[in-house]
């Protein structure tokens, strides 16, 4: 096991207000954060994820507990002596005024300078670096307000690598950017963790993508905190009793949320016939079949060992087309595929009944 | 090579001032030559009389313009960079209101009913009086702004409180002028038109004293003021301070602004012009940058409006505080549309 860097003892997250008793947001005991592991913060809103990072960089202090960082106590240490520490990244980047993309990471080195902010040859060969890090060279010179959502995040991320400390927050840092770019930020920030051997904890509610890439995830619930690798907490179910909901299932096998309805209409079975084998045409009749069934499932349908619908997709004589085949009370009736949507047929047909 | 091509426009721009001095102290009235003007300086032989215009008014005006001008413009600068919003100048703070009620209540308080005589009062004491009222309601202001800026942690709060206090002092300025007598009121009314004359040496040394501390002050904070581009979080994750940010920059902003109102009346629009003019020419927002360039353009600018202000041959002078404004509103618009492309 890695070296842990940051280290809680007793730790007892809340809020303490004058006068009033203290509102204990969550008790999460002995937690480690080690040398070069990629660790993913999960949980449902208002959970406390927001909460325990403040608590842990020190801008909140413990109820209980305390938060050390290479053996220093963090509620001992000032802003600035943190500031060697942690480095953070946020969501949102508002930037006011004019700063090119160099300046915005040079920032990363004011902790190392003096108040006159006289920066060292050294700075500047440290905060290019950090650039090409995140593969943002070549941005270099362009001000910050005309890139994208996906390349700021990359830069305040290079900014973070050059403030040099062992621990880094991102606080949902891919929560405003599409699939692709929240995939690259992901992979980024795991191979930081391992090449650089920085302590890296991110809070996102990006559960499916986590599974793929965290070392460890933190999933918080009920003012508790869960810690263990991707496949313990899937091969466990722990994934399913945490985010449960009537409308939600977590499918332990692919990793994947699926839809639940909220009323259940009719049951059935679905199947693929032999002879789809001699099928030629642009579908993958696999896939498909299971789309199909995630979308029927999705609509209230559910699986029965008895159904009220026996559905099976059959091949033609043609070898380029597929149709479904529905045994309903008896009677036998075929839909092209092509032409109709299954569940609307199903349901035309239950409601007859 | 970006920070050497800034250096070019910083230098170029803080000699410019030397000829725009001579200029504002050449024109007036009675039109001295440049030549005249080197001979008073430094051969001593000239008349008595271009002489005394020289080093009794002109020369104060214009020394007093400069300070005037860094002044503003700087303590402009801190406030855009404090709230974040580059709308914000001196007078966010309501340290204008602060001086305009201290010298509402000397020059109008026999209306009020104080029992100080204001005529004879400014008849004994001239303008130390006015200096003295106006910059103690300026640091009454300041010090109810600093109070709570430490118990209150957030901008857009003291942003509020600000302006409160500005509609409050408004208010009771307001009160004490509808009972005052039309003469009180001319006096005060002419206070608020500004004035970079009447100051003499002694005051400009207490002044220079001001710009010079609240220059420091400022300076140390460029640093912090760049961290505040990237938002309050990101700041305070890099290491600032925000309490302390917050409280420097208010003290040195309203030494600064509150220096200026005390003896010069309120002046407008220079504060929120030379940040954006500078922001234009530098290209940048690093306050490293931003805060030589602001003073520089702040200072050419004050002797630019003050040489416009007593263009005129016949002797009149128009208000300062309107020419700021004349020139100011529109530099601030087109600075705004540049600063967008």
């Not at chain 1, 520490?85 to 993309?101: A, E, P, Q, R």
């Not at chain 1, 941005?139 to 403030?163: C, F, H, P």
């Not at chain 1, 405003?176 to 051997?197: G, M, T, V, W």
Request: net charge neutral.
């Amino acid at each position: 096991m890695n070296e842990s860097v940051l280290s809680t003892r007793n730790l007892i997250t809340g809020y303490q207000d004058k006068g009033v008793a203290p509102k204990v947001v969550g008790k999460y005991g002995e937690l480690h954060l080690r040398r070069g592991e990629f660790n993913v913060l999960i949980g449902v809103n208002g959970v406390g994820k927001s909460t325990l990072l403040k608590t842990l960089s020190g801008e909140i202090i413990p109820l209980e507990g305390e938060v050390t960082i290479n053996g220093q106590v963090l509620n001992e240490l000032s802003n600035t002596q943190r500031s060697l520490l942690i480095s953070f990244v946020f969501s949102n980047t508002s930037i006011v005024g004019k700063l090119t993309v160099f300046e915005t990471v040079l920032m990363g080195r004011y902790p190392y300078v003096n108040w006159w902010g006289k920066l060292k040859e050294e700075d500047h060969r440290i905060a290019l670096d950090a650039l090409k890090d995140v593969g943002a060279d070549h941005l270099k010179e362009r001000y910050i307000n005309t890139l994208s959502d996906g390349e700021r995040q990359k830069v305040m991320i290079a900014r973070a690598i050059a403030q040099n400390t062992d621990v880094i927050f991102l606080d949902e840092p891919s929560a405003h950017l599409d699939l692709i770019n929240r995939i690259e930020i992901f992979q980024l920030l795991k191979s930081i963790a391992r090449k650089k051997q920085k302590a890296i904890l991110l809070s996102t509610h990006e559960i499916e993508m986590s599974l793929q890439v965290a070392d460890n995830l933190w999933i918080l619930y009920d003012k508790e905190v869960k810690i263990g690798s991707p496949s313990e907490i899937v091969a466990t179910n722990f994934i399913n009793q945490t985010f449960s909901s009537p409308s939600i299932a977590f499918n332990a096998k692919s990793g994947v949320f699926n839809f639940c309805a909220s009323e259940r209409l009719f049951s059935f079975k679905i199947s693929l016939s032999q002879e789809v084998e001699n099928y030629k045409g642009p579908i993958d009749p696999v896939i498909y079949l299971e789309w199909e069934l995630k979308k029927m499932i999705s609509e209230g349908a559910y699986i029965d060992g008895n159904p009220q619908f026996d559905i099976i997709l059959r091949g033609m004589e043609k070898e380029e087309a597929l149709h479904w085949e529905v045994n309903f009370d008896g009677k036998k009736y075929t839909y092209d595929l092509s032409k109709c949507s299954l569940f609307s047929e199903l349901m035309k047909l239950y409601q007859l009944d | 090579m970006n920070k050497k091509y800034i250096d070019i426009k910083l230098i170029g721009l803080s000699l410019a001032i030397i000829p725009l001095f001579f200029i504002d102290i050449s024109i007036g009235s009675s039109n001295i030559s440049i030549s005249d003007i080197m001979k008073t300086f430094f051969g001593g032989e000239q008349e008595d009389s271009t002489a005394t215009i020289l080093w009794l008014i002109r020369v104060p005006k214009a020394l007093v313009a400069v300070l005037v001008g860094i002044a503003l413009s700087i303590s402009g600068l801190l406030m855009q960079a404090l709230f974040r919003n580059p709308m914000a100048g001196p007078s966010v703070l309501g340290i204008n209101s602060g001086a305009s009620l201290g010298v509402a209540l000397v020059s109008l308080s026999s209306g009020i009913g104080l029992g100080i005589n204001s005529i004879s009062y400014l008849e004994n004491f001239g303008i130390w009086l006015t200096v003295f009222a106006s910059s103690a309601g300026a640091a009454i202001v300041m010090f109810i702004v600093l109070l709570v800026a430490h118990k209150v942690n957030d901008n857009v709060a003291l942003l509020i409180v600000g302006m409160m206090l500005g509609a409050l002092t408004a208010s009771l300025v307001g009160i004490a002028q509808y009972f005052s007598h039309p003469d009180q009121l001319q006096e005060y009314i002419l206070w608020t038109f500004g004035s970079l004359g009447g100051i003499v040496y002694e005051q400009i040394i207490i002044l220079t004293v001001f710009v010079v501390v609240g220059f420091i002050i400022a300076l140390t904070l460029c640093r912090s003021m760049n961290l505040m581009l990237l938002g309050e979080q990101y700041a305070k994750s890099m290491g600032l301070s925000v309490q302390r940010y917050r409280i420097l920059s208010i003290l040195s902003a309203s030494l600064l602004a509150g220096g200026v109102t005390g003896f010069c009346g309120p002046i407008g629009f220079v504060g929120i012009a030379a940040p954006h003019i500078a922001r234009v020419v530098a290209k940048s927002s690093d306050h490293f940058k931003l805060l030589p360039l602001s003073a520089v353009i702040g200072a050419l600018g004050m002797l630019i409006c003050d040489t416009i202000s007593h263009w005129s041959d016949s002797g009149v002078v128009i208000p300062i505080n309107s020419i700021t404004s004349l020139i100011g509103a529109p530099i601030v618009i087109i600075a705004m549309l540049k600063g967008r492309k």
